[in-house]
């Protein structure tokens, strides 16, 4: 107005001007002029024009200006009114602008907007490819709404060909609750989705497709399995390590830490031109090999805000347990596994290792003769048992059991591992172990020389120095982990050994059981199915985490579909009026 305008303006003056440049203009305009006075609604129609403004970087004309009000001075001031379309570029990397509104009751609002940050990768990723797998969560509160919601994205993903997968896929893991009914899909491109959906829709089944009804609220305690040796092999993880930042820059600080101790470099054993699985086989290798693998996989799971309760290794993972718990640091904990496996790979050959299907009270009467060159080595499952010890022995003792019908075998080891054959290396295992600061564990682990959780011997140099001789209590620790009340299991390692062996110590309905990684599969394919079996069962997800190493935008998505009901309260009042309704109505 004629009046309100220039106390407006020389207010601005005062505030904006002091040490202000010429050439910083503050423009200033009006929504009157486009749409008239719209009295209460006059402030939220300034913001509205405001936000188009700053998100199309560009400042629009002042409409039907032809001569300024004269009580408004700002000629030689930086107060300008725009004219024509004005670029609007950003005052260090952000554009801000006030929003005014006074009510003719005295009712006064102001506002700054800012400019959104423009989005970035936190970690910078430019050289990293986009991963080849998506996941789809959806969730409502009663199945009829969850089947509907299939729906209503199954149209979208067949039908919208500008949105991207993967920012359809983000902005329904971040945007939406998640309730107890959950569907949670995986695919490779939006065809793929839709197909699944609908098979959803449908009551079909599909692979890459899980669904379930939590009955409560409680999240499930989580075990986390880490693999021992044998189960290595030439490209472990290796699309991950092309294609996701926090397993990549985690493998990489393992390998560093490692320089000091490998006379090749780690990433060439893994993954260089010249990469063989003999090389990779060499103990001095495949102990530190499987040890980073196994911990990049754990920081990735972390970084998806999925946690472990409990803990637990076999033989060589046990190394990676204690450090995850907190026993070891990184640089102590790779420190230790690397003396190892060198230590080992300097013994003298002629040790061999046998696994038998027999138990272990059978197991100890048939080698009682030939201790101590044969020994157990490690008890995996009622009827699962490996021995080890020297070659002749055990051969002598192979032939005994194949002449039982016992089934046996032989395992692709370099030497007698959990034997006295290891005993020559203890010495100088022990001075090292001796170098290296212990801490108790922050959270539960259950010890392989045991079977039960650590005490505080885990903090001692000598509970290392027995764990090189001592067999791994394999069984009794997975007896351990279901007394506990633990149900799910995920094997943090290359290939799930674990959880087949983990199978045959627990009833049979007992059980979920999860991957990280498989030979001959995606990476990603498998990772992404256990992470959907996780979010089905109740597990909280960190969906932002998840994508934080990616370039992603919110797209606008399907709503919820309610379930409408009528609540309509019936009085006797109500009852007679509807009947006399009726009756009219119906009247011939």
Not at 168 to 174: E, G, L
Not at 260 to 271: A, M, Q, R, S, V
Not at 397 to 425: D, Y
């Amino acid at each position: 107005t004629s009046l309100g305008d220039p106390i407006e303006v020389n207010s601005l003056k005062t505030v904006l001007m002091e040490a202000r440049e010429l050439d910083q203009a503050c423009w200033i305009g009006s929504v009157k002029t486009n749409i008239g006075h719209l009295e209460a609604a006059a402030g939220i129609a300034g913001l509205i024009k405001v936000v188009l403004s700053l998100q199309n970087k560009e400042i629009p004309p002042h409409l039907h200006l032809k001569q300024l009000n004269p009580y408004i001075k700002i000629k030689n001031t930086p107060i300008k009114i725009p004219t024509e379309l004005q670029p609007w570029p950003a005052a260090v990397d952000k554009r801000l602008a006030g929003v005014s509104s006074f009510g003719f009751g005295g009712t006064n609002a102001n506002i700054i907007v800012e400019s959104a940050p423009v989005q970035k990768s936190q970690v910078q990723a430019s050289y990293l490819g986009e991963r080849p797998w998506h996941i789809l969560t959806l969730s409502a509160k009663c199945e009829p709404a969850l089947l509907e919601l299939a729906q209503r994205y199954k149209e979208l993903l067949a039908n919208n060909s500008s949105l991207a997968i993967a920012d359809i896929c983000f902005s329904a893991n971040t945007g939406r609750s998640h309730f107890q009914h959950r569907i949670a899909v995986i695919g490779s491109d939006k065809q793929e989705l839709a197909e699944k959906l609908d098979k959803i829709s449908a009551r079909g089944e599909a692979a890459g497709l899980f669904s379930r009804k939590l009955s409560n609220n409680k999240t499930p305690k989580i075990a986390f399995l880490f693999t021992g040796q044998g189960s290595q092999y030439i490209n472990m993880g290796r699309q991950l390590y092309e294609t996701q930042p926090v397993f990549r820059q985690t493998l990489n600080q393992c390998c560093e830490i490692l320089e000091t101790y490998l006379d090749k470099p780690l990433l060439k054993i893994l993954y260089g031109d010249e990469a063989s699985e003999n090389v990779l086989a060499q103990t001095a290798y495949t102990q530190v090999a499987l040890f980073a693998i196994e911990y990049a996989l754990y920081k990735l799971w972390q970084s998806w805000g999925i946690k472990p309760s409990v803990v637990m290794g076999h033989s060589v993972g046990e190394y990676v347990a204690a450090t995850v718990a907190g026993v070891l640091s990184l640089e102590e904990g790779l420190k230790l596994i690397a003396h190892r496996g060198r230590l080992m790979q300097q013994l003298p050959p002629g040790g061999e290792m046998l696994s038998v299907m027999a138990s272990v009270e059978q197991i100890n009467q048939i080698i009682a003769p030939y201790s101590p060159f044969v020994t157990i080595a490690a008890i995996n499952g009622p009827e699962s048992v490996v021995i080890s010890g020297e070659s002749e022995a055990l051969a002598t003792v192979k032939e005994i059991l194949e002449s039982l019908e016992i089934k046996t075998k032989q395992l692709q080891v370099s030497h007698g591992f959990h034997s006295h054959l290891m005993e020559p290396m203890l010495p100088d295992f022990k001075a090292i172990a001796s170098e290296i600061t212990y801490n108790q564990p922050s959270i539960p682990l259950i010890s392989n020389i045991t079977g039960t959780k650590v005490d505080e011997s885990i903090a001692t140099p000598d509970y290392w120095v027995n764990h090189v001789l001592k067999p791994v209590k394999f069984a009794q620790s997975m007896a351990t982990l279901d007394q506990e009340g633990y149900e799910v299991f995920l094997e943090i390692g290359p290939k799930p050994i674990l959880l087949g062996m983990g199978r045959q110590c627990l009833p049979e309905d007992v059980g979920v059981w999860l991957p990280s990684l498989r030979p001959n599969q995606s990476d990603w394919q498998l990772l992404l199915q256990s992470l959907s079996e996780l979010y089905v069962r109740g597990v909280q997800v960190d969906w932002l985490g998840f994508d934080q190493d990616y370039h992603r935008s919110k797209v606008t998505l399907p709503t919820y579909p309610f379930q409408r009901q009528r609540y309509w309260i019936e009085t006797s009042d109500s009852l007679s009026q509807t009947a006399a309704d009726f009756d009219s109505k119906h009247q011939t």
